[in-house]
């Protein structure tokens, strides 16, 4: 019973935060509904439509980071069943780790399936960044972002702490045998199947192609539910301002993405859309891609852990 009212509240404190920032915004909040009810049907259903091709993209790339061949129908289950996770555990961590138990329970050793999931990381963040510097080199509205970047003397605090960590976690590598040891098999093992995967045409298309996919087709849904409420940007726009927020923030430890979604809303604000349209777009693109597949990502990760594949 007390691990069931853990996992209760877990579950519940992002939707009480989120909650909290809607009594907090009243005003926008209510104008941003409003326009979402009389929203075009049609480039909903388009939104959603790019919203499961998010799932096939992920799993393509979960089995690109992989030499062994992973069931393709249970593959995608558990990658839907994963953005449930993902409301509970910040950065991506609740996906990790169902595809974590998935892997083992396909009879990955575990710290090949570790270094699976770091090559997935790895791939998704430079593919992203590699789609936002085209963006920015092809599109004008890259001048908007200036007013949006931090203060150069923030940097200078940043760039210590992560400089610090970097110096500690050295350090630690260096003195701390046993510490050493894993994390040396963990690198080899995944140097060892990083070679593997880039020796096979397949494995190398499903993991950087469905890693540049990813944030196209995820930027896609921002913009067809944008066009549905009449957000009055240009489709680039609408992808470059994803593609902005979500590098600026995408590493913010807030569970359910809210950070992204703040960074998205005054990025939509900054190329030129109004506050209520800029937050009724973000609030939609929120219900197709993870309100809406809530429950049902919910019903399948139970589902899968009943019957053991998890």
């Known amino acids: 019973m007390p691990g069931r009212l853990v996992r209760l509240a877990l579950c519940l404190a992002p939707v009480l935060f989120a909650a909290g920032w809607a009594v907090a915004n009243r005003p926008v909040v209510y104008v941003g509904v409003r326009r979402l009810i ?9 939104g959603a439509g790019l919203t499961c091709l998010t799932w096939v993209t992920a799993s393509c ?16 289950a558990s990658q839907f069943a994963a953005g449930a996770a993902n409301h509970v555990l910040p950065g991506g961590l609740g996906a990790h780790a169902v595809t974590l138990r998935f892997l083992r329970g396909q009879g990955v050793p575990l710290h090949r399936a570790t270094a699976s999931v770091g090559l997935y990381s790895l791939a998704r963040s430079s593919a992203k960044t590699v789609v936002l510097l085209v963006f920015l080199a092809a599109s004008p ?6 007013g949006l970047a931090p203060d150069g003397r923030l940097l200078v605090p940043l760039g210590v702490v992560v400089g610090g960590a970097l110096a500690v976690a050295g350090v630690l590598l260096t003195v701390v045998r046993p510490l050493r040891r894993p994390v040396t098999g963990l690198l080899r093992s ?5 070679r593997a995967v880039h020796s096979r045409p397949c494995r190398v298309l499903a993991l950087w192609g469905g890693a540049v996919a990813m944030p196209l087709v995820q930027a896609g849904t921002l913009a067809c539910v944008g066009a549905s409420l009449g957000l009055g940007l240009p489709w680039e726009q609408v ?13 913010v430890p807030a569970p ?15 190329f030129g859309a109004s506050p209520a349209a800029a937050t009724a777009t973000v609030i939609g693109h929120r219900m197709l891609t993870d309100w809406v597949p809530l429950v049902p990502g919910a019903l399948v990760l139970s589902t899968m852990i009943r019957a053991r594949v998890l």
């Open 38 to 46: 009389a929203a075009d049907p049609g480039w909903l259903l388009a």
């Open 256 to 270: 359910g993405g809210f950070a992204v979604d703040a960074a998205l809303a005054w990025t939509l604000v900054a």
């Open 239 to 251: 992808v470059l301002a994803y593609l902005a927020a979500g590098t600026a923030v995408g590493a």
């Open 190 to 194: 995944a140097l060892a199947d990083a």
């Open 141 to 146: 509205a890259w001048r908007r972002l200036g």
């Open 61 to 76: 790339v979960r089995q690109g980071a992989l030499p062994d061949p992973l069931p393709p129908g249970l593959l995608l």
